[in-house]
């Protein structure tokens, strides 16, 4: 004998399990979504046989992934302020590019050493800067990645290679 009670949990039984079925599941993608960037202070930590690279930006600390040649770069400029920009993981940032900006909180200026007829110039992306009164020793860095303080167009300044010339 088929009874109300049964005929209504036959027919509210598989609409709350249709309903229950409907609802998305959770997004756990582990892959950052489109481009990054972080600005901070590079930190080289570990020992000489396991380094890692970190940017310390005010009370957060992160880790950095790169490729060999920037990776590279970056344990060379331990203590400098920079601009990464790449990709955001659940446990690291993964760098595609990086700029230099600041060394003990004086602004630089990062790019590569070229000399153009005799005259030191800094290429960089925004283009040729003159360096009106370079240290003698960047005459040595021609094609070589760094960054400059100072006044670029009188000098006295200061330097940090980067990227050593080829």
């Given at each position: 004998m088929i009874t109300r009670a049964s005929v209504?949990?036959?027919?509210?039984?598989?609409?709350?399990?249709?309903?229950?079925?409907?609802?998305?599941?959770?997004?756990?993608?582990s892959v950052g979504i489109g481009a990054d960037s972080l600005t901070g202070i590079v930190s080289i930590t570990g020992t000489a046989f396991e380094q890692g690279i970190v940017l310390r930006s005010g009370e957060s600390v992160t880790y950095l992934s790169a490729g060999a040649p920037d990776s590279a770069a970056l344990s060379r400029i331990g203590g400098v302020e920079v601009?990464?920009?790449?990709?955001?993981t659940p446990s690291l940032f993964r760098v595609d590019h990086?700029?230099?900006?600041?060394?003990?909180?004086?602004?630089?200026?990062?790019?590569?050493?070229?000399?153009?007829?005799?005259?030191?110039?800094?290429?960089?992306?925004?283009?040729?800067?003159?360096?009106?009164?370079?240290?003698?020793?960047?005459?040595?860095?021609v094609d070589a990645r760094v960054w400059v303080g100072g006044p670029l167009d009188r000098g006295p300044n200061s330097y940090g290679i980067i990227v050593p010339p080829p």
């Open positions: 209504a949990l036959c027919t509210i039984a598989p609409l709350m399990t249709l309903a229950m079925s409907c609802q998305r599941p959770a997004h756990t993608s601009r990464v920009t790449g990709r955001r990086f700029t230099a900006l600041s060394v003990a909180g004086a602004p630089v200026t990062d790019g590569i050493v070229r000399n153009d007829g005799g005259r030191l110039v800094l290429e960089t992306v925004r283009g040729r800067i003159p360096l009106g009164n370079p240290p003698a020793a960047l005459r040595n860095l």
